[in-house]
């Protein structure tokens, strides 16, 4: 009888893989007093890196933009008037359990980096931000007029020649 209760009782505690001991701590309120943060964190900092760019001021520079936009898990933003290429990528040394494989040896960026101002909570939501060159096309155009070559516009005014047709359809 005693073997049921201890089964009961631990079921009853909840599962203490930390998967599920990850997922209770959800705010840094809720962090057991004396635990580490990084035991309930998922790494969000290991997942991507992100580097500030030029303002772009003409449509050459938006150009540039949109080329990092041609390629895979590229999108760009704008923080507190700072532009920044985001390249969401994990750290080839990120395990399983979210942990550093090289610790003892990892970059100084990352010796830095500290709880303190981390972004385990954060949901980031940015007034602009860029996941697709056709986004980036747009917030030029808006600001610029349209790229592309029009009835009446000098050529030398576009930076790209005109939109290209669609395939043909077989």
Aim: aromatic share 12%; hydrophobic share 25%.
């Amino acid at each position: 009888m005693s073997k049921t209760k201890t089964k009961k009782k631990l079921k009853r505690n909840s599962d203490p893989t930390p998967a599920t001991t990850r997922s209770r701590v959800r705010s840094r309120a809720d962090l057991p007093k004396g635990e580490s943060l990084c035991d309930y964190c998922t790494a969000k900092c290991c997942h991507y890196f992100a580097l500030p760019i030029d303002e772009p001021v003409s449509r050459k520079d938006f150009d540039f933009i949109r080329w990092y936009l041609l390629h895979d898990r590229a999108t760009v933003f704008v923080d507190e008037e700072t532009w920044y290429l985001l390249v969401h990528t994990t750290c080839k040394h990120l395990q399983d359990d979210y942990r550093c494989g090289i610790y003892e040896t990892r970059p100084e960026i990352c010796r830095e980096y500290t709880t303190d101002n981390c972004e385990f909570e954060d949901d980031w939501c940015y007034e602009r931000y860029f996941e697709t060159p056709e986004q980036i096309d747009e917030y030029a155009d808006a600001l610029f007029g349209p790229q592309f070559e029009q009835a009446g516009r000098r050529k030398q005014d576009a930076i790209r020649s005109r939109r290209p047709t669609g395939l043909p359809v077989v």
